[in-house]
C-alpha cells in the first residue's frame, strides 16, 4: 500500500519553505519536482493544512531511525558484525566512538524538533481561518506535536545523556548551541512538565472522543515512560495503564489480546502502519516511492551482509520453554526475528551456517518498505510491568507477573481494576510460552530483582531490534547503581575472544554508556 508520508509537489514545497527551514529539504523522499514555494502564511489555511504539516514535520525520521536501529542493536547484545562490515560498524560494535561515524549522527533528530516548532509556531493562525479547526483540535494536535518533541529530544539524551536544546518554539537553532546545553536528568522534568496540559481527560465528559494522530505517539505512553526515566514508579504506573485504556470505544485496542497470537505475531511487522491494535506510532516506508528503510542494506540475506544477530540473543530465543512442544521460542524466534541458513563466506567453496536478522524481511518481496515501529502495545505493557514490579508491593508485583506471563485472561477473579482486560493473554500467554515463576523463597529486593530481570529479558525477545534495548540495559543499570548488569550483558557476545575484556572494562565506567556530544 502506498504510504502516507508521502506528498505531491505542492507537499514538497511546504516542506522546503516551511518545515525545514534550517536545514533545507532532502530529495531521498521525494521524486517530484519542487513547484513554486510557499510561505507560512499562505499554508496554514486549514485543519487539512494542519495534518499534512504534522506528517511533513517527521519525515528526517525516515533517514534516521534506520541507523538508529543498527546502533542500539550493535551497541548492545542484539547484533553482532560480520566479515563484511565497515569500519565504523566494526566500531561501534566493539564501543569506540568518533565525531565523524555517520550511524550516530544527529542532525536528522534536531530537524524533526525545528519542523514541529515550525508548526507549533503556525497553529494558532489555522483557528482563525476555519471553524472546524476549534479549541478542541488545536489543543489537541500541539498536544500530539510536543510528544513527538518530546519523543525525539528523549531520544537524543538516552544516546548522548544531554541535549542542545532549543527554548521555546524557535524555528531554527541558535547560534551558541553550547548555551542551551541540558543534561538528561534535567531534560526529563522539562519533557513532563510540558505534557502534562496536553494530557486527555477521559473524564471531563467533553463531547470529543480521545483521538489518535497518524504516526505520533500516545502522550499518556510517553508521559509513563518519562516517569519511568524518572524513577517516579507510581506516576508511571498510572499512565501507562492510562495509555492502554485510552480508546474505552475500542476495547479491544492496546491489550495484548488474541488478535496477533501465536503464528499471527508476525502479522505486527507486515504493513505495521496498518496494525492498529498493537501499534501506536510507525515511521512507514514505500521503495517504490523512493522511500527505502536502509536498515535491510546492513542485514539484509545475502553473501556480503554487515550485521547479524548476536548468538547471546539466538541462544535466548532458543532457550525459552514453550507450554508444549520441543524448547524455543516457537512463534518469534527461528523464522520470525532471525532466520538461518548455509550461505557462501569469501569464496565459492567455503560455506558456513550463519543467522539473519528477519524481522524486517516479512514481506520477503519489499524488505525495504518495511515500516519501523516506534511505539507499541506490548512494549508499553512490559514498561508498566516494570513500573508496578518497582512499587513493591506484593499486590503490585503479582500484577507485574501477570501482564508479563499468562494476562488477565487467566485470572479468576479477574482484578477489578483490570476489568476492561479480559482479553488480555500476557505478553508470554500470546505466545504460548510457560510463566517466568518467582520461587517462594524469594522476597523483599531479592524478587524486586528477578521480576525486574525477568521483564528485561522478556523485553529483549520481544523488541528485539526495535531500539528498545540499549536503553533498557543503561536505564536498570543506572537505577541499580549497578554497572555490572550492563556490563555483563554487552560483553558476552564477546566470550571467548581478545576483545572481551576491554570491552567489558570500557562498560564498567558509565561514562563509556553514552556517544560523544556532536
Not at 16 to 37: I, M, P, Q, T, W
Not at 174 to 203: C, F, G, M, R, W
Request: proline share 4%; aromatic share 12%; net charge negative.
Amino acid at each position: 500500500m502506498e504510504k502516507k508520508l508521502r506528498k505531491s509537489p505542492y507537499f514538497l514545497s511546504i516542506l522546503c519553505a516551511v518545515l525545514v527551514a534550517s536545514f533545507g529539504c532532502s530529495d531521498k523522499f521525494f521524486d517530484e519536482k519542487a513547484g513554486e514555494r510557499i510561505t507560512p502564511d499562505q499554508h496554514f489555511q486549514s485543519g487539512e493544512d494542519v495534518e499534512i504539516s504534522l506528517r511533513g514535520a517527521i519525515i528526517p525520521l525516515q533517514d534516521v531511525m534506520p541507523r538508529f536501529l543498527i546502533v542500539d542493536g550493535l551497541r548492545s547484545d542484539m547484533m553482532d558484525v560480520t566479515l563484511y562490515a565497515d569500519a565504523y560498524l566494526k566500531d561501534l560494535n566493539e564501543h569506540v566512538y568518533s565525531l565523524n561515524n555517520p550511524y550516530t549522527n544527529p542532525a536528522d533528530f534536531y530537524k524533526v524538533i525545528i519542523n514541529i516548532n515550525e508548526v507549533l509556531a503556525n497553529i494558532d493562525k489555522v483557528g482563525l481561518k476555519d471553524r472546524e479547526f476549534d479549541d478542541f483540535f488545536n489543543h489537541y494536535y500541539k498536544g500530539a506535536l510536543i510528544g513527538m518533541r518530546s519523543w525525539t529530544y528523549l531520544t537524543l539524551a538516552r544516546m548522548y545523556n544531554q541535549v542542545a536544546y532549543i527554548d521555546g518554539n524557535l524555528t531554527s537553532l541558535p547560534e551558541n548551541l553550547s548555551a542551551n546545553v541540558i543534561s538528561k536528568q534535567v531534560l526529563l522534568d522539562t519533557l513532563i512538565n510540558q505534557i502534562i496540559p496536553y494530557i486527555h481527560d477521559n473524564t471531563a465528559g467533553t463531547q470529543y472522543a480521545e483521538l489518535r494522530v497518524p504516526y505520533y505517539l500516545n502522550t499518556k505512553a510517553l508521559l509513563g515512560e518519562l516517569y519511568l526515566e524518572n524513577s517516579d514508579y507510581a506516576n508511571a504506573a498510572a499512565y501507562l495503564k492510562l495509555a492502554c485504556e485510552s480508546y474505552f470505544n475500542q476495547p479491544a485496542l492496546l491489550k495484548v489480546d488474541k488478535t496477533y497470537k501465536d503464528q499471527a505475531w508476525k502479522t505486527i511487522f507486515l504493513n505495521a502502519e496498518t496494525a492498529g491494535v498493537e501499534n501506536l506510532s510507525v515511521i512507514p516506508y514505500a521503495s517504490f516511492k523512493g522511500q527505502y528503510n536502509l536498515f535491510e542494506k546492513w542485514v539484509g540475506h545475502a553473501n556480503d551482509y554487515m550485521v547479524k544477530p548476536s548468538t547471546v540473543l539466538v541462544d535466548s530465543f532458543m532457550a525459552q520453554i514453550p507450554a508444549a512442544g520441543a524448547p524455543g521460542d516457537l512463534w518469534r524466534g527461528l523464522g520470525f526475528t532471525f532466520g538461518s541458513d548455509t550461505i557462501a563466506q569469501l569464496t565459492d567453496t567455503t560455506f558456513l551456517t550463519e543467522t539473519y536478522i528477519t524481522k524486517y524481511e516479512i514481506d520477503p518481496f519489499d524488505p525495504f518498505s518495511s515500516d519501523i515501529i516506534i511505539s507499541r502495545a506490548t512494549d508499553i505493557h512490559l514498561l508498566l510491568a516494570e513500573a508496578l514490579n518497582r512499587l513493591g508491593d506484593d499486590v503490585s508485583q503479582k500484577y507485574a507477573l501477570m501482564l508479563l506471563n499468562q494476562g488477565v485472561n487467566k485470572e479468576n477473579p479477574k482484578p477489578a481494576i483490570y476489568s476492561k482486560w479480559s482479553g488480555n493473554l500476557g505478553v508470554r500467554g500470546r505466545v504460548y510460552l510457560k510463566s517466568r515463576e518467582v520461587p517462594a523463597t524469594v522476597t523483599g529486593e531479592a524478587k524486586m530483582l528477578l521480576i525486574e530481570d525477568y521483564i528485561i529479558a522478556e523485553r529483549a525477545l520481544e523488541l528485539a531490534y526495535e531500539g528498545k534495548r540499549w536503553n533498557d540495559l543503561v536505564r536498570i543499570a543506572e537505577r541499580r547503581d549497578n554497572p555490572a548488569f550492563l556490563a555483563d550483558k554487552v560483553a558476552a557476545k564477546f566470550v571467548g575472544t581478545s576483545k572481551y575484556n576491554d570491552v567489558h572494562t570500557k562498560m564498567m565506567n558509565p561514562a563509556n554508556w553514552y556517544l560523544p556530544f556532536q
